[in-house]
């Protein structure tokens, strides 16, 4: 196969990526701002917000279906222009009611511009050989959109630039979602199907062998994943007292992925022999190493040795199960597959995140806060058991656990 259209591919997505998550972290980071500047009281500021977050996270359910019988490339270019729309809508806004109207707009287009880029993404790698690669360069430049966006947009914030923070992302959305368009025309994606859009499709989902296991071993992996932005941040806020140095973790965090994502994807593809269920066995067992850090090591240095055995298990994880469910899935629903994955992701995030504050509070006010981060390695253990577990009694896992993929 010629390599050069492949690597074509994996530029433009890539950049895809970085352009549109740059619009993402520059809106998330000053939206609190923009709408306190403007006057909304905390009851509505709270409100929009949830509404703008819901909205990014779950509007791509219910269009899924729709979208797995549209073009990959159409689907980014109307997510994008919607979006921008949104954006363009929240500029001129003055009230609540067209403020709520703009962020769900720009919140639906975001929400379908991150599941069609996802089916790019996986057509992309359907011409490689190692499909993790693809997914860890996305995963870079989603790091590099985060750690660049953020301080632009909050020092343009700063200097009362609200409105040139959102023309710039508008620009963004709409630069990214036509070049998207334009360049990605000849690749072959998956043209609209016969029949009509139908609810049956995510039933039709969890009975592919092997997706239901799959989603609760991905569900476990973001319950780990979650206690980084939110036990973390207590424990060093809180039981440190040193929450000025909180920050300096997080950008830690963000630089080891852009710096060592592809390194460690090369050498846990290699040593796997490409099975992404070995991976994934091996992310949890890190997991739990990072978790022991706090207990073993004092204070502040014992957070930056969780955070940097952290991040391996979570350049580990995060590309294999991208290539574990196309493994599973092959090219059919891939759009539904990734909305079932989002929810999958969201409640493992968030459930482990709330779970974890509170348990950590809990144990904190009883003098046990230390033996919280042994608890957690705990779990880490008993979710590779259950890995396994769930491996044996599939076919479908099975499967992909026997030969490389």
Request: aromatic share 12%.
């Amino acid at each position: 196969m010629n390599s050069h259209p492949v690597r074509r591919s994996v530029l433009y997505i890539t950049a895809h990526y970085i352009m549109t998550y740059l619009g993402y972290y520059g809106l998330v980071s000053t939206l609190v701002v923009t709408l306190n500047k403007a006057g909304f009281r905390a009851e509505q500021i709270a409100m929009l917000v949830i509404l703008f977050t819901l909205t990014t996270k779950a509007a791509k359910i219910p269009l899924a279906p729709w979208l797995d019988r549209m073009a990959a490339t159409k689907s980014v270019l109307i997510g994008c222009v919607m979006a921008a729309a949104g954006f363009m809508l929240l500029y001129s806004a003055k009230d609540v009611y067209l403020t709520a109207c703009a962020l769900a707009l720009s919140g639906t287009g975001i929400s379908i511009n991150a599941l069609a880029s996802k089916q790019l993404a996986a057509a992309t790698s359907d011409m490689m050989e190692n499909r993790a690669k693809l997914f860890s360069i996305t995963y870079i430049g989603i790091n590099i959109a985060a750690a660049a966006a953020a301080p632009l947009a909050l020092y343009l914030a700063a200097k009362g630039q609200y409105q040139l923070v959102l023309i710039g992302i508008a620009v963004s959305y709409c630069v990214a979602g036509v070049v998207t368009f334009l360049n990605f025309g000849k690749l072959g994606m998956k043209r609209p199907g016969g029949g009509a859009p139908s609810f049956l499709a995510y039933w039709k989902l969890l009975y592919v062998p092997g997706i239901p296991p799959f989603l609760l071993i991905n569900f476990f992996c973001w319950l780990l994943y979650g206690q980084l932005f939110n036990v973390l941040a207590l424990y060093v806020s809180e039981t440190l007292a040193q929450p000025g140095k909180l920050g300096w973790l997080y950008t830690m965090n963000a630089l080891l992925v852009i710096a060592l994502q592809l390194l460690v994807t090369h050498l846990a593809h290699r040593w796997s022999g490409g099975k992404p269920l070995g991976i994934v066995r091996s992310s949890y067992a890190t997991f739990g190493l990072a978790f022991i850090m706090p207990f073993i090591l004092p204070g502040y240095i014992g957070a930056l040795a969780f955070v940097l055995v952290f991040t391996f298990a979570e350049m580990m994880f995060a590309p294999s199960m991208d290539v574990l469910l196309l493994s599973l899935i092959g090219q059919e629903s891939r759009a539904v597959a990734y909305s079932v994955l989002s929810i999958s992701t969201a409640l493992g995030e968030s459930l482990g995140g709330g779970m974890g504050v509170a348990v950590y509070r809990w144990m904190a006010d009883y003098g046990h806060a230390g033996q919280f981060w042994l608890a957690l390695a705990g779990l880490s253990l008993l979710c590779i058991v259950v890995a396994y577990v769930l491996q044996e009694s599939s076919a479908g896992l099975r499967a992909q656990a026997a030969g490389a993929v």
